[in-house]
């Protein structure tokens, strides 16, 4: 009999981008860890999708998602197929770095909480204060979960904006969806926030609120009753990061 090696729980995917004379290119795919990045082509600014490569987070499971744009690199990502969190505990770290003069977007796929899932899902976001960086987040939310969503917003080493929610309703700390079963965030680091949230707030049109948290910070939150909704609205909202 030959023996089975078990599943690995605890699993990364690193993802980083190089950039030279103006044109940016996939440097590392993530081939190892539970997503991969499908190669796309050296150009200006390089665009790349995502796949996963495991079947979804399930009881034991630790993931970790790290994307690097170096100096100068204009990158954006886009992930394909929702992850579907299975009842049991897990956790999903996603942590997004521009360096100097990079811009980089992050387009989530979103998450699919199944009931009795125990998750914890963070989004950390480090910026160079020259750099730009964007991310939106989706996640299905049908009743109540024992979830935490925690969100890091860096800017030259320091906290910029930090936050976490729980979907539990806790009545201490309820996170109120209504009628609504679905959950979507984005936030911009880099210049020019109040015009960005400006545009994001009109973008919206009443299925959300765009607000600038300072001159280089913008936080959007919208409700829905799809994943697919909610990348519609913010998905095209991140990916304009760098105009």
Partial sequence: ???????QRIAASRIAFA????????ARGGAAGPVRAVRGPRAA????TVVQA???????????????????????????????????TSALRTRLRAAAGAELSWRSAGVILAEGARARLTTVVDCDPRGRCAVS????????RDAVLRMVIRRG????YEERLRLDRDPRA???????????TAVAAGRGARSRARRWEAALDGAGAAEALGPDLVLARALGGSLAEL??????????MGT
């Avoid at 950039?19 to 996939?26: D, E, Q, V």
């Fill in 174 to 184: 309820p996170w109120r969806l209504g009628d609504a079963t679905h959950l979507g």
């Fill in 19 to 26: 950039a030279a004379a103006g044109m940016t290119w996939l």
């Fill in 231 to 240: 990348d519609d609205l913010l998905g095209p909202l991140v990916e304009e």
């Fill in 54 to 88: 495991r079947g979804g987070l399930c009881d034991g499971d630790r993931w970790r998602i790290e994307v690097d744009a170096a100096a100068g690199a204009r990158a954006r990502v886009r992930g394909a197929g929702a992850t579907v969190v299975q009842p049991g």
């Fill in 45 to 48: 600014s390089c665009a790349v």
């Fill in 1 to 7: 009999m030959i023996a089975v090696a078990p599943p």
């Fill in 157 to 160: 080493g320091a906290v910029r």
């Fill in 137 to 144: 987040e989706v996640v299905a939310v049908h009743g109540a």
